[in-house]
């Protein structure tokens, strides 16, 4: 099922991409981090007043992470004005599995901050036909709805619709996918986060999945403690445990450890990443190593003053000799 949390980060070249910011270069993210450590901002100390979906209690370790492609990757924006923008991407690799998505984006006129405003249009369709919308609005001040649709060619594949009630304190949500009333059969999720402190927040999902004559639930229980510079997490669902940690070195150095543990099959993955912003060349590294021996990075090099992003990314595993490359270009 896919998310009902927030917007998520953009996908390089073609998936769904969230609304522009107002103004917020790229390089400066590793102040803004560092300063929120300090208590400057509402990224981390003031996590207490509204500390989030539960969906986004890994968020900052899982954005460390790379997201390596292989093959060539042409990505073009255009803005067409100050709310609408549309982009083209092109994706040709060796494992047959080339694409061209075309892209829309429209944000509203309500600000809310420098990097929101609703209410958010996004549509994706590829050379396939397969279509990928999302609609994000907030309906009253604290009440956000989100819809959903994907179709695969001519075939209806999911049809999503979620609401984020966001208070002083906590965040509630209640997300449907796929409901039919006349097979009877259905996805509901419902979560809540709430802040117990300043630095702890404690919160639960519980997921309801019924048809086919058959029924079934999970609940997942999560938490986050916030420190000066760091923001350690966990969440348990039935057999399965994910920690994750998050440490702020400086302004342009990140690190993260992400730990996945499935207690029925008694396997586990650990992923040490790192994010290293070079804000005097223009350039972002992110590296990862796991411990299936596999090693991910992506280098993205903004070629000021023109509007072009050079992406390198590489993938390469000491255990099955594999290894896989990966060239891209942004323009806009």
């Given amino acids: 099922m896919a998310s009902a ?6 996908q390089f070249p073609g998936g769904l991409a969230p609304p522009p910011p107002a103004a917020n270069p790229s390089h400066q ?9 300090n208590g400057s901002n509402n990224t ?9 979906s539960f969906e986004e209690l890994h968020k ?3 954005d460390l992470m790379p997201q390596p492609f292989e093959g060539c990757k042409l990505l073009i924006n255009k803005g067409l004005s100050s709310h609408f923008q549309v982009n083209h991407s092109i994706h040709l690799s060796s494992a047959n599995n080339s694409s061209y998505h075309f ?21 994706d369709m590829d050379n396939n036909y397969n279509l990928n919308a999302q609609i994000i609005h907030e309906i009253v001040h604290g009440l956000r709805t989100k819809c959903v649709i994907q179709t695969q060619k001519a075939v209806w594949q999911m049809a999503q619709l979620g609401l984020d009630y966001r208070g002083k304190d906590f965040v509630a949500s209640v997300t449907t996918a796929n409901p039919n009333i006349i097979d009877e059969s259905g996805v509901v999720a419902f979560h809540y986060l709430q802040s117990i402190t300043r630095k702890l927040c404690l919160g639960a999902e519980y997921l309801y999945q019924y048809g086919g004559g058959m029924e079934g639930a999970v609940l997942s229980l999560g938490g986050r403690y ?17 920690m994750t940690y998050y440490h702020i070195g400086n302004e342009s150095v990140r690190a993260g450890v992400d730990l996945d543990v499935n207690l029925r099959t008694r396997e586990s993955v650990v992923s040490l990443g790192y994010e290293l912003d070079v804000q005097k060349a223009n350039m972002t590294v992110k590296n990862s190593i796991d411990s299936n021996w596999t090693i991910t990075s992506v280098i993205e090099k903004k070629l000021l003053p023109m509007p072009f992003t050079l992406t390198l990314s590489g993938i390469l595993n000491h255990v099955s000799n594999k290894c896989q490359f990966g060239v891209g270009f942004i323009v806009g």
């Fill in 29 to 37: 993210s590793g102040q803004q981090d560092a300063n929120a450590a």
């Fill in 44 to 52: 981390l100390n003031n996590d207490w007043v509204c500390p989030g």
């Fill in 60 to 62: 900052k370790c899982k």
């Fill in 5 to 10: 949390g927030g917007q998520g980060s953009p």
């Fill in 103 to 123: 892209g829309a984006t429209y944000v509203g006129n309500k600000q809310l901050s420098p990097t929101e405003a609703f209410p958010v249009l996004v549509g």
């Fill in 226 to 242: 916030t420190g000066k510079n760091w923001i350690a997490a966990a969440t348990a669902s039935g057999m399965n445990v994910n």
